[in-house]
């Protein structure tokens, strides 16, 4: 690994740890709901070392738990999960190698890693992205093990406030893209369509429309 791309690296994993600690918060109420909702921890680690989408995650269970059933529990996944088709749109430009090398290495996005190694000029730094990355994948695992396997001691994740963490986290990062000028109006559009759509539509759909949104920015 050159020189420039273990600075990058360990720069993101700096900025990856902060939101490393908020996924272990998030993923410990996860490990717990899996539970309740009748996986067993084995199966919720799986689920989370596998997909590793916070949003797509709580979707799915929260539709298994209330009867929906597994497929639509699947396709209310796979709707929330709709916004990384327009974020690999605009990654896919600065990795390099084939569509199957480049695949690989989209594995490593999530929402804060592609925020924080966005450039700013329409690229982004990989290495950044890989690093910021690999502290938040672990801190997910490791939450998902101690709310699956310890839930009874994490208690009610409402009357703890875990509830809130989530909304809250993408508040954080939705504020972030506010400070940038040339993606204040494309978050702050894409933001208010998906919150006025929430009351109105099924889950998954507000999160596919900002990501429109963005798309549609990106092209311009």
């Given at each position: 690994?050159?020189?420039?791309?273990?600075?990058?690296?360990?720069?993101g994993?700096?900025?990856?740890?902060?939101f490393?600690?908020?996924?272990?918060?998030?993923?410990?109420?996860?490990?717990v709901?899996?539970?309740?909702?009748?996986f067993?921890?084995?199966q919720?680690?799986?689920?989370?070392?596998?997909?590793?989408?916070?949003?797509?995650?709580?979707?799915?269970?929260?539709?298994?738990v209330?009867?929906?059933?597994?497929?639509?529990?699947?396709?209310?996944?796979?709707?929330?999960?709709?916004?990384?088709?327009?974020?690999?749109?605009?990654?896919?430009?600065?990795?390099?190698?084939?569509?199957?090398?480049?695949a690989?290495?989209?594995?490593?996005?999530?929402?804060?890693?592609?925020?924080?190694?966005?450039?700013?000029?329409?690229?982004?730094?990989?290495?950044?992205l890989?690093?910021a990355?690999?502290?938040?994948?672990?801190?997910?695992?490791?939450?998902?093990?101690?709310?699956?396997?310890?839930?009874?001691?994490?208690?009610?994740i409402?009357?703890?406030?875990?509830?809130?963490?989530?909304?809250?986290?993408f508040?954080?990062?939705?504020?972030?893209?506010?400070?940038?000028?040339?993606?204040?109006?494309?978050?702050?559009t894409?933001?208010l369509l998906?919150?006025?759509?929430?009351?109105?539509?099924?889950?998954?759909?507000?999160?596919?429309v900002?990501?429109?949104?963005?798309?549609?920015?990106?092209?311009?």
């Amino acid at each position: 690994m050159h020189a420039d791309h273990r600075a990058s690296f360990r720069r993101g994993v700096r900025l990856g740890v902060p939101f490393a600690a908020v996924g272990l918060l998030l993923s410990s109420s996860f490990g717990v709901l899996a539970v309740q909702a009748g996986f067993t921890p084995l199966q919720a680690l799986v689920m989370s070392a596998l997909v590793h989408a916070g949003a797509a995650q709580f979707a799915a269970t929260s539709i298994v738990v209330t009867g929906g059933g597994v497929v639509a529990g699947v396709v209310a996944a796979s709707l929330m999960n709709a916004r990384f088709l327009a974020m690999g749109a605009a990654l896919a430009p600065s990795l390099p190698g084939g569509p199957a090398l480049r695949a690989v290495q989209a594995q490593t996005v999530v929402d804060p890693s592609w925020a924080v190694a966005n450039n700013g000029d329409g690229t982004f730094d990989r290495w950044l992205l890989f690093g910021a990355t690999a502290p938040q994948y672990v801190g997910w695992i490791s939450g998902t093990l101690l709310g699956a396997f310890g839930g009874d001691l994490i208690g009610d994740i409402e009357r703890l406030g875990l509830d809130a963490i989530y909304p809250t986290f993408f508040f954080a990062l939705l504020i972030a893209e506010l400070r940038r000028p040339g993606s204040r109006g494309i978050a702050l559009t894409g933001a208010l369509l998906a919150l006025g759509l929430v009351p109105f539509v099924p889950a998954g759909i507000p999160i596919l429309v900002a990501a429109a949104v963005a798309l549609v920015g990106l092209a311009r």
